[in-house]
C-alpha cells in the first residue's frame, strides 16, 4: 500500500472516521459507519471518479479469484487463498452485485466461475448456485472458456447437493466446449468431475472408463496434484465394486502423492476413505488412527461437509465396535451437518455409512435408535466433534477376552473375522453373513477367504470342524 494510503487511513482512523480492526490473517482491516459510508459515496459520486473506483474494484475482485482457479490441491498457499476470500466475501459479492446491474455478463460469468472453489469447500452451495446461474442466463454469448468455468462450477455445485442429474448435464457441456477450444489441460477437469458423478450414483461402470481417461491425461501432463485426485477417484470406483485390495492400493498411493504435495484436504479425503476400508475389513484399529489423523486436517481446511463425512465415518467405525448408541448420535450430527450445508453423502460411502446405520437401529431397537439420532442432530458442533473423539478413543480399546479365548489371538484373526466365523459355523451362506453384518456381499466372500488361509483349510466345513475342535466359537 503507497506511503500516502496509509497516510491517509491513519488520519481517518485518529478522527474516528474509520475503524481498525485485526483480519482472521493477523492483518489490519478498515471499517467504517455506515453514516460514513454514505457520505463517501455521495462524494465520490460527486467527484466524477464513481465508475472508475467501482472498475478497479471488480479489478480487484477478479485478479484474487482467478488466482487458484483449476488447482485441485488445498495446500497451505491455497488455503490462505480462501481464508482471503472469506475474509473478502462481502467486497465480492458488490463487485458480483455490480457487474450484473450493470448488466456486464462476461465479466460477471468470469468472476462467479473463479469463486466456485471458494463456495464449494467453504460450504456457501446456495450462494453460489444463485451467482452461477444469473450469470449464466445471458452469458450464451461469452468465449467458451469463460462460460465453460462457469458451468464447471455450477455441476459442481449441483453435484454436491446431489443433484447428479444436473451435474452431468453440467459438466457435458462444459467439457464440450473446453474441447472446442482446444483447452486439453482444463478439459481434464470436467472429465474427471463428470466421473465422479457417475461414482456418486454407484454407476461404478460408467464412472471408470472417465477417471481413467482423466487420469491417463493427468499423467501424461504429469500433473501429480491431479494424479492424486484421480487416483483417489478411481479407488472409490474399486471400492464401490467390491475390490477392497485395489481402493486400498490407490488410496495409498494417492495419500502418498497429498503428503508429497502438503495438501490437508486431499491428505483426509484418503484417510478417511481408507478408514472405510478398514472398517470394510473389521480392522478398527487402523480405522481408529486414520479417523484420528484426519480431524485435525478436516478442522483446517474442510467445509461443513467435509466435517459430515468425518462424523459419519467415525460412526461407522463405532458401529463396527459395538457402540451402536454413539454411532446413532454421531450419524444424527453428521446427517445435521450435511442438511444444513446443504451436502449429500455420495456412493460408495453412502452405502457403508447407511449399512452400519441399519446394524445400529437393529441393536437398538427403532424407538431407541431414533431418539438418540435425534438427540445427535441438535448437538453443538464442539460437543458433537468431543462425542466422536470419545467414540474413537473407545474403539481403540482391546476387546476384552473372551471365554474359551480370543480368536483374534488364537488364530490370528480379527474381532470382525471371528463374528464372520461364528456365522460360518452355524450353516450361514455368504449373502445370508453379508445380510446379517450389513456388509457388501464381495466383503463378506473375502472375509471367509481370509478366514479359511489363516485356519489352513480349504472348505467351510472344514473351517467350521476347526473352529469345533479348537473352541474358537
Known amino acids: ?73 488445498l495446500g497451505p498457499v491455497r488455503a490462505a487463498w480462501l481464508d482471503q476470500l472469506t475474509a473478502e466475501h462481502d467486497n465480492l459479492r458488490a463487485a458480483l452485485a455490480r457487474l450484473e446491474l450493470e448488466g456486464d455478463v462476461e465479466t460477471g460469468l468470469r468472476l462467479a466461475g473463479s469463486l466456485s472453489p471458494f463456495w464449494v469447500f467453504r460450504g456457501h452451495l446456495s450462494e453460489g448456485s444463485a451467482w452461477l446461474q444469473q450469470a449464466l442466463l445471458g452469458g450464451g454469448s461469452a468465449p467458451a472458456p469463460v462460460r465453460a468455468r462457469a458451468l464447471f462450477g455450477l455441476g459442481r455445485i449441483a453435484h454436491q447437493q446431489g443433484d447428479y442429474e444436473r451435474a452431468t448435464e453440467l459438466l457435458r457441456e462444459c467439457l464440450s466446449l473446453f474441447r472446442e477450444a482446444g483447452d486439453q489441460r482444463s478439459s481434464m477437469i470436467p472429465l474427471l468431475r463428470l466421473g465422479t458423478t457417475a461414482t456418486a450414483q454407484g454407476l461404478y461402470e460408467r ?25 483417489n477417484e478411481l479407488a472409490l ?58 480431524l485435525a486436517l478436516r478442522r483446517a481446511v474442510a467445509g461443513p461437509g467435509g466435517i459430515a463425512e468425518w462424523l459419519a465415518g467415525v460412526a461407522t467405525v463405532a458401529m463396527g465396535c459395538g457402540q451402536a448408541k454413539p454411532a446413532a448420535r454421531l450419524f444424527g450430527a453428521a446427517r445435521a451437518l450435511g442438511d444444513r450445508a446443504g451436502f449429500v453423502f455420495s456412493m460408495p460411502q453412502r452405502a ?115 473352529a469345533h475342535r479348537q473352541h474358537l466359537v
Open 207 to 231: 464412472a471408470e472408463p472417465l477417471v481413467e481417461e482423466a487420469l491417463a491425461m493427468a499423467q501424461e501432463s504429469e500433473q501429480v496434484d491431479w494424479i492424486a485426485l484421480g487416483q
Open 352 to 466: 457403508i455409512y447407511e449399512r452400519a446405520e441399519a446394524a445400529a437401529r437393529v441393536a437398538l431397537g427403532d424407538a431407541e435408535f431414533i431418539a438418540a439420532q435425534d438427540a445427535g442432530r441438535v448437538l453443538p458442533f464442539e460437543d458433537t466433534v468431543a462425542e466422536a473423539t470419545d467414540a474413537l478413543a473407545a474403539a481403540a480399546r482391546p476387546v476384552p477376552a473372551q471365554r474359551g479365548g480370543s480368536v483374534a489371538a488364537g488364530a490370528g484373526l480379527t474381532p470382525r473375522e471371528e463374528e464372520i466365523l461364528r456365522l460360518l459355523v452355524s450353516g450361514r451362506s455368504n449373502p445370508e453373513i453379508a445380510e446379517a453384518l450389513y456388509i457388501s456381499r464381495a466383503t463378506a466372500r473375502t472375509h471367509v477367504s481370509n478366514i479359511l488361509a489363516k485356519l489352513g483349510v480349504g472348505s467351510r466345513t472344514e473351517a467350521a470342524d476347526v
Open 237 to 294: 470406483v474399486a471400492l464401490g465394486q467390491g475390490n477392497v485390495a485395489r481402493a486400498e492400493a490407490l488410496l495409498t498411493e494417492s495419500l502418498a502423492l497429498h503428503r508429497q504435495l502438503d495438501d490437508p484436504w486431499g491428505t483426509a479425503n484418503c484417510l478417511d476413505a481408507l478408514g472405510l476400508v478398514d472398517c470394510e475389513r473389521g480392522e478398527a484399529a487402523r480405522a481408529v488412527a486414520r479417523y484420528g489423523e484426519s
Open 1 to 73: 500500500m503507497p506511503p500516502s494510503v496509509l497516510e491517509g487511513l491513519a488520519s481517518l482512523v485518529d478522527n474516528s472516521l474509520v475503524r481498525q480492526a485485526e483480519g482472521s490473517d493477523g492483518q489490519p482491516r478498515y471499517m467504517m459507519l455506515e453514516t460514513v459510508r454514505e457520505y463517501g459515496l455521495e462524494q465520490l459520486e460527486a467527484s466524477g471518479e464513481a465508475n472508475d473506483v467501482r472498475q478497479r474494484h471488480v479489478d480487484w475482485c477478479l485478479d484474487l479469484a482467478d488466482l487458484n482457479w483449476g488447482t485441485v490441491v
